[in-house]
Antibody, heavy 119, light 107 residues
Framework: QLQLQESGPGLVKPSETLSLTCTVSAGSISSSGYYWGWIRQTPGKGLEWIGNCYYSGSTYYNPSLKSRVTISVDASKNQFSLTLSSVTAADTAVYYC???????????WGQGTLVTVSS | DIQMTQSPSTLSASVGDKVTITCRASQSISSWLAWYQQKPGKAPKLLIYKASSLESGVPSRFSGSESGTEFTLTISSLQPDDFATYYCQQYNSFPYTFGQGTKLEIK
């Protein structure tokens, strides 16, 4: 069964860059028809879609975060990554990676990783 | 952005009850709506897609329906495992947006 696993620092300082990686196992990130996305969850704002990527490199970002977000794919490692620059306390959240089949919602999710922004 | 408004925010019910959760979209999303279940410390789990299609492996007591921009998740007979938080999500257009959640509690 497909599995996704987030990894990265759990603590990031304000104004620095948050970097997370999602490793996909028991399936190929290069499979046609599947996008790969990042979603975050905070007690205050709930679930927030960050963006999606395709194995070809095409990306779609939430306009609210677009100026600070980059999502990239490393097909050779079966991974995709999220970077969020100039973080503040408002970026403290549980970050999830997930699979997004074409014309369908997120069907497989990682377990989530808590990232705290604090000095 | 398309706003998704869920109601109620909290719902108290008993095992065996039939419950309904509503999600209203601020504009047309056709049927591009999903329902998720989330338990504490876990990722959301997909229950329903395209408003009324049951995800594989999800019990048939869960069902979804739509009427215009109003969508409904119904659990026909609550089981102990169903007490959780439920979210709707539109995937009609970017940015994808979620409802604020409905916490289903044991009465």
């Amino acid at each position: 069964q497909l599995q996704l696993q987030e990894s990265g620092p759990g603590l990031v300082k304000p104004s620095e860059t948050l970097s997370l990686t999602c490793t996909v196992s028991a399936g190929s990130i290069s499979s046609s028809g599947y996008y790969w996305g990042w979603i975050r969850q905070t007690p205050g704002k709930g679930l927030e879609w960050i963006g999606n990527c395709y194995y070809s490199g095409s990306t779609y970002y939430n306009p609210s975060l677009k100026s600070r977000v980059t999502i990239s794919v490393d097909a050779s490692k079966n991974q995709f990554s999220l970077t969020l620059s100039s973080v503040t306390a408002a970026d403290t959240a549980v970050y999830y990676c997930a699979r997004l089949p074409r014309m369908l919602p997120f069907d497989y999710w990682g377990q989530g990783t808590l990232v705290t922004v604090s000095s | 952005d398309i706003q998704m408004t869920q109601s109620p925010s909290t719902l108290s019910a008993s095992v065996g009850d039939k419950v309904t959760i509503t999600c209203r979209a601020s504009q047309s999303i056709s049927s591009w709506l999903a329902w998720y279940q989330q338990k504490p410390g876990k990722a959301p789990k997909l229950l329903i897609y395209k408003a009324s299609s049951l995800e594989s492996g999800v019990p048939s007591r869960f069902s979804g329906s739509e009427s215009g921009t109003e969508f409904t998740l119904t659990i026909s007979s609550l089981q102990p495992d169903d007490f959780a938080t439920y979210y709707c999500q539109q995937y009609n257009s970017f940015p994808y947006t979620f409802g604020q959640g409905t916490k289903l509690e044991i009465k």
